[in-house]
């Protein structure tokens, strides 16, 4: 035996090694998160956001919104909602435009014609090289947190859209487009070459042409995209796989029929289930493009956290997984956490209970307007919380109730369960917009849903989905939470 072999073998060694890393995760703390955009650092100071939050909540990991042309991780509250009481006392929508609130370096985006804006909001302000600093000297990491959200009318974008079957152009850019692939590959490179950030999240809010057409998600028609994608490189890539892109078209035409008239309260003599499924054994297509829409995204996430590791191996990327995860059965199953663990190190799996009442509600209302046309929305609501494997109130309460904590300690167990070795946390909401009739945080609430999280076995949780519209005394609701769990 040689020194290599015999080390390899040696049971010290690997019981030395064992214990070693025993130790480290005993060591590490869990991770205490929250997403904060560019507006709250200008507005109210940096030290004084950053001090604020340590105190809080015992925050030690900063999301920071790098890139989105989206309200819901960027910008001051929404109009037609109370500001918090923090931060600048009036509305952003006469400044509100985003883009790359850091500083786009053009060398990393000379693959994509899809132009790389610095966010104008705040003048020449970098969120990135302002934060960084400030956060390390306090022992914070700093995640650089970016979207799937370009808007229409930046330049290039028209080269990397969606191309739908019919109707209004897609709002978003195809993901297996080159154009697209490469901005976001730029956008990963640009961030870890160019600042000291810790790691990378990034998110898609968004779903495949089926999903789109049954109408199956929350915040309503269209929310999840269209019928797409039919550009020639999602044609190429159905070519090469061996799917008939001609009966593709047709099955998805006759669904989108289907799915007008179910809509319009038509009911076909057979029901709208069993003539939903005749489509489907009809044009197998239907699923095999939903099947293409995916692997693009899936390859997507795969090629970003390539670029990552080869770029910065010890620093972590991860994704944000969208509140549809908890609604859709059929969004659920194409977000299968085991397969994720090969591309991911973290999943912020959206956990949202308090405004998840109300987005539940109308997934039911929508997926009862279509697919489950032949039973009534309670049967509905009822045959989701089966399915998904949780359970909340009625369909009458449910906007104004939020779904119990329960479901967060349930789908964590269950993010839990597949996870591997990547990391789990789950996203709590923390004052999210809803109607004026619908459940609005409390301090109890944000409490019991951070302490359901740990009961699920979280590796942390991140208070989400921005600063700029949490009220103080619910995030220090956070801070009593994992303070009593004495894990800060
Ligand atoms: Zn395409």
Same mark, same amino acid.
């Given at each position: 035996m040689d020194r290599r072999e015999f080390l390899e073998s040696s049971t010290v060694l690997a019981g030395g090694a064992l214990l070693g890393a025993i130790g480290l995760a005993q060591s590490q703390s869990p991770m205490l998160g929250i997403q904060v955009g560019a507006v709250s650092f200008v507005d109210e100071g940096t030290d004084a956001? +950053?001090?604020?939050?340590?105190?809080? /909540?015992?925050i030690n990991t900063l999301f920071v919104a790098t890139f989105t042309y989206g309200r819901g991780i960027a910008g001051r509250q929404l109009p037609n909602q109370p500001l918090p009481d923090h931060g600048r006392q009036e509305y952003d929508t006469s400044t509100f435009r985003g883009g790359n609130y850091a500083t786009p370096h053009p060398q990393y985006y000379r693959d994509t014609a899809i132009a790389p804006e610095h966010a104008p909001d705040h003048g020449p302000y970098d969120?990135?090289?302002d934060v960084i600093p400030k956060a390390h000297r306090r022992g914070m990491k700093v995640i650089a947190w970016f979207e799937d959200v370009i808007a229409g009318d930046v330049p290039g974008f028209d080269k990397a859209r969606e191309v739908v079957l019919a109707g209004p152009a897609s709002t978003f850019a195809c993901s297996r487009n080159p154009h697209t692939r490469h901005f976001w590959l730029a956008l990963v490179e640009d961030y870890l070459r160019s600042y000291d950030v810790d790691g990378l999240m990034w998110g898609s809010e968004r779903q495949g042409p089926l999903g789109n057409v049954l109408g199956t998600n929350h915040g309503g028609a269209g929310s999840g995209g269209r019928i797409a994608c039919f550009c020639q490189y999602c044609v190429? /890539?159905?070519?090469?796989?061996?799917?008939?892109?001609?009966?593709?078209?047709?099955?998805?035409?006759? +669904?989108?029929? $289907? /799915?007008?008239?179910? !809509?319009?309260g038509t009911k076909p003599a057979d029901g709208a289930f069993v003539t939903f499924w005749r489509l489907l054994v009809q044009y197998p297509e239907i699923l095999a493009w939903e099947? +293409? $829409?995916?692997?693009? +995204?899936?390859?997507?996430?795969?090629?970003?956290?390539?670029?990552?590791k080869e770029i910065a191996p010890a620093k972590g990327i991860g994704w944000h997984v969208w509140h549809n995860n908890s609604f859709s059965p059929f969004y659920r199953a194409e977000q299968d956490y085991t397969a994720y663990a090969a591309y991911s190190d973290f999943l912020k799996v959206v956990m949202y209970n308090l405004c998840g009442g109300e987005r539940l509600a109308q997934y039911v209302r929508g997926a009862t307007r279509s697919l489950f046309a032949d039973f009534t929305p309670e049967q509905t609501l009822e045959l989701t919380y089966t399915a998904q494997?949780?359970? !909340? !109130?009625?369909?009458a309460d449910l906007a104004a109730q939020g779904l119990p904590a329960s479901y967060v300690k349930r789908e964590t167990a269950r993010a839990m369960a597949n996870a591997g070795p990547m990391k789990i946390w789950p996203g709590i909401d923390v004052d999210i917009p809803t109607a004026a009739t619908s459940k609005k945080t409390g301090p109890q609430d944000v409490y019991d849903a951070v302490k359901?999280?740990?009961?699920? !076995? /979280?590796?942390?949780?991140l208070l989400s989905r921005k600063y700029s519209e949490m009220r103080l005394d619910n995030i220090r609701a956070a801070g009593r939470a994992v303070r009593e769990l004495k894990l800060a």
């Open positions: 956001v +950053l001090d604020g939050l340590h105190e809080m /909540a015992a969120v990135l090289a190429d /890539a159905a070519k090469k796989d061996g799917v008939n892109v001609d009966r593709a078209r047709e099955g998805y035409t006759r +669904l989108a029929a $289907w /799915a007008e008239n179910v !809509g319009r099947r +293409l $829409w995916n692997d693009a +995204l899936y390859d997507t996430y795969r090629d970003m956290h390539r670029r990552a494997q949780y359970h !909340g !109130g009625a369909l359901a999280a740990f009961d699920g !076995g /979280a590796h942390g949780v």
